[in-house]
């Protein structure tokens, strides 16, 4: 038994009641009915994640938290939970194909989903139109949740994220001047780059962004963009994207001798970008979680279980965002007192103070989680934590 939600403990690990009954005839005859089972519906949990693609690496580690979650709390209402997982592609068609058929014929209760924002903008229409709620991990897009009043997300938001990197490169870091980096073929590059701007400019002025390039999703040389940023000499670069076009970018503006701090947005937090960068400094990203500060009892339970079940990897924020939706869609199940998905859906909306391995969540009116920020940076070919921000 693990504290959710503050001032209530709720039973999550529960014996699962299984009676199975044998109809026993003389000699077998095949005229024997067999008896009916005594086993509890099964409650389904989709999870539509990108464990192939460009995403994988942020799909997988959600995934992997959600698996242990599932592990650890296997139960709810006194009912198996199964976990039903699709794979995405990091494809937007792929993942309204995904959520469809977690709908249409999986018959979910209930949707886990999906890393990169786009994605999760793709697959939500569907669920609203079908009246499924959706819990999201890690898609940081207002968008996402904007006008779907089943769908909700545990993980902050980029109008938040974008003002903490801002005033971090101007309160911390002492930046008057910035250039700015975007994918825009991601909802998440150019919305998380447009919060930034705006609050950089807001802290320093018209004219404070010296430069703004752009690249695709996919692309592997930024000689040209990193050329004309150079010649800016900016005081900051933000470069929000995926990890592995924003690894290459990265080491490429090193190699150029752009020795000024680079930012970026959470999607940094992968092996796929440190191993591009390991070697470099000054190299700063906003996050969902460390293993440094832990903030909650769930935060420990969390960093325990996952050191057992993956002793060769680190704990990382998309893990512990996973980990925390599937406990959250259990504890909206618990408050429901059903697995009905509109019933799932109030409660969700009515979360406040949930205490997850993140943080405490609290959703808004847009079902949007108020919560902390915390910033790290590369040091020692590591991810070492820096700091943390509060909402206010």
């Known amino acids: 038994m693990i504290k959710l939600r ?84 990091s494809e937007k068609q792929e993942a309204a194909n995904a959520v469809e058929r977690l709908i249409g014929q999986e018959n979910v209760n209930l949707i886990i989903g999906s890393y990169g924002s786009s994605l999760s903008m793709s697959g939500g229409p569907i669920a609203m139109d079908n009246g499924i709620p959706v819990i999201g991990c890690s898609p940081t897009n207002p968008a996402v949740t904007l006008d779907n ?79 004309a940023i150079k010649a800016a000499n900016p005081d900051v670069i933000f470069a929000p994207g995926n990890f592995l076009e924003c690894g290459i970018l990265v080491a490429k503006a090193r190699e150029l001798g752009i020795t000024v701090p680079i930012l970026g947005g959470d999607t940094w937090e992968a092996e796929e970008f440190l191993n591009q960068v390991k070697d470099y400094q000054d190299i700063y990203f906003s996050t969902h979680f460390t293993a440094e500060e832990p903030v909650t009892p769930v935060s420990t339970v969390f960093l325990d279980e996952y050191a057992k079940a993956y002793p060769d990897k680190p704990a990382n924020a998309f893990g512990a965002l996973g980990f925390d939706t599937y406990i959250l869609a259990l504890d909206a199940i618990e408050r429901a007192g059903s697995a009905e998905p509109e019933a799932i859906k109030n409660a969700l909306a009515a979360t406040e103070g949930f205490e997850g391995a993140t943080g405490i969540i609290t959703l808004d009116a847009n079902g949007d989680a108020t919560k902390t920020a915390v910033i790290k940076k590369v040091d020692g070919g590591q991810f070492v934590y820096e700091s943390k921000v509060d909402p206010q």
Do not use: W
């Open 149 to 227: 009043d089943y769908y909700f997300r545990v993980c902050f938001i980029d109008p938040f994220q974008g003002t903490v990197m801002s005033n971090y490169a101007v309160n911390t870091l002492g930046a008057k001047t910035a250039a700015i980096v975007q994918d825009v073929q991601q909802d998440y590059s150019v919305g998380l780059a447009s919060y930034f701007e705006k609050a950089f400019v807001a802290s320093n002025g018209e004219g404070s962004i010296v430069e703004k390039v752009n690249y695709n999703t996919g692309d592997k040389d930024f000689s040209a963009q990193l050329t």
């Open 6 to 89: 503050r001032g209530k403990y709720v039973l999550l690990m529960v014996l699962l009641l299984t009676v199975s009954l044998i109809a026993i005839g003389c000699g077998g005859s095949e005229k024997d009915e067999p008896a009916e089972t005594g086993q509890a519906e099964v409650i389904k949990i989709g999870v539509y994640e990108p464990l192939t693609g460009t995403n994988a690496a942020g799909g997988q580690m959600t995934v992997e938290g959600i698996e242990l979650a599932n592990q650890l709390y296997p139960e709810v209402l006194g009912q198996k939970v199964e976990l039903v997982i699709v794979d995405n592609k």
